[in-house]
């Protein structure tokens, strides 16, 4: 079965949680229907300091949420996110007619999963979370093992990095590493380069490496 989950935007995800009401009306998203979908995940940010994550598996009407600070926090969480996300139906259904998931019975939920040992670990802890949770759909995970030692973030980190990177598209006038145009040197001393292999196009200054001579042959990271 195709993971038919609707990514919500996690600003949109926190006009839900925390209004106020007239900024969780300009995220309403008038042309989703929410029915061609049988999942919704976001990563959370109340508080602009901490990561937690939601998911919405429909085929079960459960909500789950997960703190990767305290899993203590899970069920009262996704208790208060299936209030937050009934008013937001409620709202779809009066601001533009739409019942879609408006007469869900949502009940609440809970997965186990690790915990993070340090303090700022949480964003890693919430895409970890969503992979798992991607890959076992539409079953849901019985639980999401997280080795969270300080190698093994690192490790982490830069496992994640690489994946974001090779999954993401390449755009001839971006540079693959900082995602700018412009480089990190003022335009007129600003140097690009190009890997033989994958083609992507990174500034000289950005990789931190002396410029190949021209006959050169040159692979970027990914292809290394
Ligand atoms: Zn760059
Ligand atoms: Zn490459």
Not at 106 to 111: A, D, L, N, S, Y
Not at 139 to 159: A, G, Q
Not at 203 to 224: K, M, N, R, S, T
Request: hydrophobic letters at 40%; charged letters at 20%.
């Amino acid at each position: 079965m195709e993971a038919n989950v609707y990514q919500l935007s996690h600003f949109t995800a926190m006009t839900i949680f925390n209004g106020p009401r007239e900024l969780m009306e300009r995220q309403g998203l008038q042309t989703v229907d929410f029915n061609q979908y049988d999942g919704v995940i976001s990563p959370v940010n109340t508080s602009r300091a901490h990561w937690t994550f939601v998911y919405l598996h429909a085929i079960t009407n459960t909500i789950f949420m997960f703190d990767p600070l305290n899993d203590t926090n899970d069920m009262a969480l996704a208790t208060e996110a299936r209030a937050k996300f009934e008013d937001y139906f409620e709202m779809r259904r009066t601001l533009y007619g739409k019942a879609d998931w408006v007469d869900i019975k949502w009940k609440p939920g809970t997965i186990q999963h690790s915990m993070q040992t340090d303090s700022d670990s949480c964003g890693v802890f919430v895409m970890m979370i969503a992979k798992q949770v991607m890959e076992d759909f539409p079953n849901i995970p019985v639980s999401i093992p997280i080795s969270s030692s300080e190698n093994m973030m690192c490790h982490h980190r830069r496992t994640l990095a690489k994946e974001i990177l090779q999954a993401s598209v390449s755009k001839e006038e971006y540079c693959s590493l900082c995602g700018h145009q412009d480089g990190p040197q003022a335009q007129d001393q600003c140097i690009w380069i190009q890997c033989e292999l994958c083609r992507r196009w990174y500034h000289v200054g950005c990789l931190e490496i002396e410029v190949p001579a021209e006959d050169q042959q040159w692979f970027c990271g990914l292809c290394l």
